[in-house]
């Protein structure tokens, strides 16, 4: 089955810098890769989500890549801020039940005013 | 629009006592629905998923069971709660891509 890892486990970055998460995923067939942000106490909200027929997609301050080739894809957030701060979730999927969408571990941003 | 209701948002339970988390979801037909488990500064654990009235696939074995009485109604419960069943509770729904998660239940054993 699918496999998701997620790099780092944790960052700080000072306000107003970049920010990279980077997801690799095993099933060559995932065909779908959304991104969670996860702020203390609250559920998971889908922020930006990229299908295997693109290869990067932007929207505002958040950017997401996707290599098929290398079977990775990555997080970018510029000009970073306080609220920034949250736990991010990558995902692969190749369809939309139970096991064939699977999550990163997750990364603890911290943006450091 | 579509919209999920999870409650309670907090729960402490005594060891061995019953449970029960309610999800209802609005504005949809036929959603595939879903319980996770995330524990603290942890990640997401599947424990269920349902594709349908009276669909339940479960992931992980445990303590926990889930049924799917109507709908848009997803229903997490456990007879027994053990320590370890501690932990945030998360209901989602899907239809085609991506998930929309509840705002979670954070269940404490004592």
């Known amino acids: 089955g699918e496999n998701v890892e997620q790099h780092p486990s944790t960052l700080s970055v000072q306000e107003g810098d970049s920010a990279v998460i980077k997801c690799t995923y095993s099933?060559?067939?995932?065909?779908?890769f959304p991104w969670y942000k996860q702020e203390l106490g609250k559920g998971p909200q889908l922020i930006i989500d990229i299908r295997s027929n693109v290869g990067e997609k932007k929207d505002q301050r958040i950017a997401v890549t996707l290599n098929k080739t290398a079977k990775h894809f990555s997080l970018h957030i510029t000009e970073t801020q306080p609220e920034d701060s949250a736990v991010y979730f990558c995902?692969?999927?190749?369809?939309?039940?139970?096991?064939?969408?699977?999550f990163g571990p997750g990364t603890r941003l911290s943006v450091l005013p | 629009s579509q919209t999920i209701h999870q409650w309670p948002a907090t729960l402490v339970q005594p060891v061995g006592s019953p449970l029960s988390l309610e999800c209802t979801v609005e504005g949809t037909s036929n959603p595939n629905l879903y319980w996770y488990r995330q524990a603290a500064g942890r990640g997401l654990q599947l424990l269920f998923y349902?594709?349908?009235?009276?669909?339940i696939s479960s992931e992980v074995p445990q303590n926990l069971s889930a049924s799917r009485p109507q709908d848009r109604q997803f229903i997490l419960s456990s007879k027994k709660l053990l320590l370890s069943d501690s932990g945030f509770y998360l209901c989602?729904?899907?239809?085609?891509?991506?998930?929309?998660f509840g705002s979670g239940t954070r269940l404490t054993v004592v």
């Open positions: 099933d060559s067939a995932s065909n779908y």
């Open positions: 349902s594709v349908g009235i009276g669909q």
């Open positions: 995902a692969a999927s190749t369809g939309n039940y139970g096991q064939n969408f699977v």
């Open positions: 989602a729904w899907s239809l085609i891509y991506g998930y929309t």
